[in-house]
T-cell receptor, first 111, second 116 residues
Framework: DQQVKQNSPSLSVQEGRISILNCDYT??????FLWYKKYPAEGPTFLIS?????DKNEDGRFTVFLNKSAKHLSLHIVPSQPGDSAVYFC??????????FGTGTRLTVIP | NAGVMQNPRHLVRRRGQEARLRCSPM?????VYWYRQLPEEGLKFMVY????????ESGMPKERFSAEFPKEGPSILRIQQVVRGDSAAYFC??????????????FGDGTRLSIL
């Protein structure tokens, strides 16, 4: 049962443009959401998170938006850079100790 | 490097052997989590430990898998009598507080286990 879904396996964006990565979840008990970035042969690196009491959190070029009614969150990267090319994982937790991960979206930023 | 340290990075075992994966959390972190990633899939939670205690093992297979986090030394994930289906990347994460306190987990670079 996949409680966190990333329906786009891949995304290509031109350098300098906006990248939008999407994530949907099914469990209404989730109250904390995170985005991780992963390069091949490395572990996931924490990028940004958002609590369910907020609908937006911004950190530099990265902004996460949360729409609780739609059970949807998105990560915006602007402007996109070639170094942003990686696999991005959405994750969620609901007061428990484990994270539920999506299957990832491979972002390619074209120079 | 003050990050989460996992070793070995690569481990090859034959069917029926034992695999031991080690994880040292970030300095100041007392909560350790183990996840498994199969090819083309996301990470799946296995177990959550604090020093000398298993807090949540709801993601652990019932047989052959065990985990510990002793008072001294790294956390160990042990897989006995390995089978081909155990081939995966195993990631360890740590956090300073429990996950319920909305603290991000920080991950190591993983151990890639291959079963011949």
């Amino acid at each position: 049962d996949q409680q966190v879904k990333q329906n786009s396996p891949s995304l290509s964006v031109q350098e300098g443009r906006i990248s939008i990565l999407n994530c949907d979840y099914t469990n209404s008990m989730f109250d904390y959401f995170l985005w991780y970035k992963k390069y091949p042969a490395e572990g996931p690196t924490f990028l940004i998170s958002i609590s369910s009491i907020k609908d937006k959190n911004e950190d530099g070029r990265f902004t996460v938006f949360l729409n609780k009614s739609a059970k949807h969150l998105s990560l915006h990267i602007v402007p996109s850079q070639p170094g942003d090319s990686a696999v991005y994982f959405c994750a969620a937790s609901g007061g428990a100790n484990n994270l539920f991960f999506g299957t990832g979206t491979r972002l390619t930023v074209i120079p | 490097n003050a990050g989460v340290m996992q070793n070995p990075r690569h481990l090859v075992r034959r069917r029926g052997q034992e695999a031991r994966l080690r994880c040292s959390p970030m300095k100041g972190h007392s909560h350790v989590y183990w996840y498994r990633q199969l090819p083309e899939e996301g990470l799946k939670f296995m177990v959550y430990l604090q020093k000398e205690n298993i807090i949540d093992e709801s993601g652990m297979p019932k047989e052959r898998f065990s985990a510990e986090f002793p008072k001294e030394g790294p956390s160990i994930l042990r897989i006995q009598q390995v089978v081909r289906g155990d081939s995966a990347a195993y990631f360890c994460a740590s956090s300073p507080l429990a996950g319920s306190d909305n603290q991000p987990q920080h991950f190591g670079d993983g151990t890639r286990l291959s079963i011949l």
